[in-house]
């Protein structure tokens, strides 16, 4: 079975900081990894997922096969980032196995 | 305007009562999923249905029901809902095109006493 794993409930940071939110999985397969954020009060919308490689918002991701890893990394942290992010994974099956499995979650807050 | 829409919002019943939670998208998706989201647990499947008349058990399908007879809808069924299934509920849906990126709902909260 699959297992993800966000390490920090909460992270704090000032503005202009760099962030980094971990995100580590087990897998046996060749998985796909996202990221999710919900800002206050909101849906959960999709933020990154990694066979894009595309940058959203400032924020960048690579999946690290070799320390099953897919951290999520922003050069200088915004005050409308604040919010809980949580890192997916989705089995990859060839035949559409759509399980996916979500971390506990890391809110992020950004001090002025 | 794409959107997965639940309802109700909010939901106060007692232990025993029966109910369903609404969930709809206009989007024609294939694949709808339940999860539900409790503090330190963070968003925990409950059951997902990969087309019509397809559904299957996700992480924590016990005491839950869910039908998919079209392929917009995807409701979610309490028989005999308990306390600890107070739980703030997500509806979601994704197709291929959309590489599994979810379009979630705007969450039901559920109060069972």
């Known amino acids: 079975a699959q297992r993800v794993t966000q390490p920090e409930k909460l992270l704090s940071v000032f503005k202009g900081a760099p962030v980094e939110l971990k995100c580590n999985y087990s897998?046996?397969?060749?998985?796909?990894l996202f990221w999710y954020v919900q800002y206050s009060r909101q849906r959960l919308q999709l933020l990154l997922r990694h066979i894009s490689r595309e940058s959203i918002k400032g924020f960048t991701a690579d999946l690290n096969k070799g320390e099953t890893s897919f951290h999520l990394k922003k050069p200088f942290a915004q005050e409308e980032d604040s919010a809980m992010y949580y890192c997916a994974l989705s089995p990859y099956s060839g035949a559409g196995s759509y399980q996916l499995t979500f971390g506990k979650g890391t809110k992020l807050s950004v001090i002025p | 305007e794409a959107q997965v829409t639940q309802n109700p919002r909010y939901l106060i019943t007692v232990t025993g009562k029966k109910l369903t939670v609404t969930c709809s998208q206009n989007?024609?998706?294939?694949?709808m999923s339940w999860y539900r989201q409790d503090p330190g647990l963070g968003l925990r499947q409950i059951y997902y249905s990969m087309n019509v008349e397809v559904t299957d058990k996700g992480d924590v399908p016990e005491g839950y029901k869910v039908s998919r007879k079209e392929k917009r809808n995807f409701p979610l069924i309490l028989e005999s809902p308990s306390p600890n299934q107070t739980s703030l509920y997500f509806c979601a849906s994704s197709s291929s095109s959309t590489g599994f990126g979810l379009h979630f709902g705007n969450g039901t909260r559920l109060t069972v006493t």
């Open positions: 897998y046996s397969g060749s998985p796909e």
């Open positions: 989007m024609n998706h294939e694949y």
